[in-house]
């Protein structure tokens, strides 16, 4: 039977490690299962951030918050407001002229807004006055100087407030939304002047947790949208597509049940992400209001877009834009994911794994359930020499250890972005017989031909590590497990090739053969598969003994 790498030396720790031998991490897909993984934490993806300076300076330009501030100046060190802590109408007017905000009832509304904001900051203090027979009085605080010093920490502490202070308004405005807790009779409640029962608190408790849930689900996959995109226009997520995510189980056509739940959610979610987006969590297009005005069952509520969504168009020319485009900015990736972690979730860093040595690197990546080794690689390789890099990682994939199988593929997906002139470092390498093969690969992909033949025993330790990586990584049901099987091992003269197999000196030896023997489709190569599984883990056995 012939080895491997008599056809094609590439398919051991070759290009196919780049293209697509690793998910984006040994899981898989991020927040699959029960969520209980690395340390019991449900996970997200790892994201990449501003620097605070970049995002403390993005803050302060964001409109809700700007305004908030420069009304608080406004005030100075003393307003009249009245007995509910607010500016008279007359005042409210003056303050939106004064200010830029805009004339009219659209400047006023702008002021009602930046004044709750500064308020709940701490921006603004209503009290009693001292002067003038006494009264209720406004006054700038000490926080306005703070942040006009522009000190990152304590903008970007202040806006992180102010986006929860955002978000938790929202929510309180959608729980006259009866239908999102089911059987709430929350509008009722909320429009009673008796005193609330203990049966319609808890019912108003279950809206209120039921906006919050929809808010949190529909910001965790806008944030898992924007970790997996790699462009601007694969991170906005158009509100139809959303809410379809949040109603439709995973790998099930839509009833025509949930078709009008995907709807309502959609109202639902309009008005708290317009509200996220003017805090600036989101770049957010609303529902177009006419599509209200078209609805046909004379709901007043919006049909879904006719078209199926296609992904490969751009967002913004498809039926679907009208129905609301949703988008993390840089600021509300920050925050989502503050939020996710206060919730208990795994919400790493790219680049948590790339500030050490390439032993660090390739042992963080190997050993975490909640990575994107690629992103990871290409962290750690900027600013370094590819010559010594090159080297510092095949040190660092030495070894006939548990761990050495994927610290090898990682080596060679980082060894895949570096060009030529790493090629000396590499061919020191094929003296290591735990190397040979994936320099060799390296190399007859560069183009070289006086690559020596590194021997039957090197080919055979080289298949059953690289089975090894995609058996750890993947697992024997995986897909590109039983490819590479059958590319690797074949069909024909079975039993003399697993003769020599199970006699390979490797950690996984063992689990590659029985792995091989559950999942290869040739019933007689199965079969001396699993012969040969036996005679390794007899030999096992013995040694250890």
């Known amino acids: 039977m012939p080895l491997p790498s008599e056809v094609d030396l590439g398919t051991l720790y070759g290009a196919s490690a780049a293209d697509s031998g690793f998910p984006p991490g040994p899981l898989g897909d991020f927040g699959e299962g029960d969520g209980e993984e690395a340390d019991d934490l449900p996970l997200v993806p790892p994201v990449r951030l501003l620097e605070r300076e970049e995002l403390a300076a993005a803050a302060l330009r964001v409109p809700l918050f700007e305004r908030a501030i420069r009304l608080a100046r406004w005030v100075g060190p003393r307003r009249p407001v009245d007995e509910w802590g607010e500016l008279d109408p007359g005042l409210q ?5 004064d200010l830029g905000f805009g004339e009219g009832e659209e400047g006023v509304d702008a002021v009602v807004r930046a004044w709750v904001l500064a308020v709940d900051l701490e921006l603004i203090a ?3 006055s001292a002067e003038d027979g006494g009264g209720e009085v406004a006054a700038v605080t000490d926080g306005v100087e703070a942040l006009e010093q522009g000190d990152p920490e304590t903008v970007l502490t202040a806006w992180e407030s102010a986006a929860s202070i955002v978000a938790g308004i929202t929510v309180e405005a959608e729980l006259d939304l009866g239908d999102l807790a089911e059987g709430a009779d929350t509008e009722a409640v909320a429009g009673s002047g008796e005193e609330e029962t203990e049966e319609e608190y808890a019912q108003l408790e279950e809206a209120r947790e039921q906006a919050e849930g929809l808010l949190d689900e529909a910001l965790q996959v806008l944030y898992e949208a924007r970790a997996f995109a790699t462009t601007e226009s694969e991170e906005t997520v158009p509100l139809g597509v959303l809410s379809a995510l949040l109603v439709v189980p995973d790998g099930e056509d839509p009833t025509e049940e949930m078709l009008g739940d995907i709807t309502s959610v959609m109202v639902a979610l309009d008005p708290m992400l317009q509200d996220l987006a003017d805090i600036g969590i989101l770049d957010y297009r609303p529902i177009d209001p006419s599509l209200f005005d078209e609805s046909e069952d004379g709901s007043g509520a919006p049909e879904l877009p006719t078209e199926p969504f296609d992904p490969d168009a751009p967002v913004e020319e498809t039926e679907a834009a009208r129905f609301g485009l949703a988008r ?6 920050h925050q989502v994911r503050q939020w996710l972690i206060e919730d ?5 860093l790219i680049g948590d794994h790339a500030r050490g040595t390439a032993v660090e690197l390739l042992a963080g990546i190997a050993g975490s359930a909640n990575v994107m080794p690629e992103e990871e690689i290409a962290e750690w390789l900027v600013g370094r020499e590819p010559l010594a890099a090159a080297a510092e990682l095949l040190a660092a994939s030495r070894g006939n250890d548990l761990v050495g199988p994927i610290r090898r593929q990682f080596c060679a997906l980082a060894l895949g972005r570096l060009g030529e002139e790493v090629e000396p470092s590499v061919r020191e390498a094929l003296g290591d017989p735990h190397l040979t093969v994936l320099a060799t690969a390296w190399l007859v992909e560069q183009g070289a031909t006086d690559i020596v033949d590194p021997g039957r025993p090197v080919l055979l330790w080289s298949t059953v590590d690289q089975l090894a990586a995609l058996l750890i990584d993947l697992g024997p049901e995986d897909e590109t497990f039983l490819e590479s099987v059958l590319q690797l091992v074949g069909t024909s003269a079975a039993e003399p090739y697993f003769a020599e197999l199970w006699r390979v ?15 290869h489709p040739d019933r007689a190569t199965a079969k001396e598969a699993r012969k040969a599984a036996y005679k390794a883990r007899s030999r096992a056995g013995t040694q250890a003994k």
């Open 328 to 333: 993390l900015t840089a600021l509300g990736v």
């Open 344 to 348: 208990g979730y795994d919400a790493p």
């Open 126 to 128: 209503v009290g009693d």
């Open 93 to 97: 007017a003056q303050a939106a002229i």
């Open 505 to 519: 000196e490797h950690p996984y030896t063992t689990a590659v053969l029985e792995a091989i023997g559950e999942q």
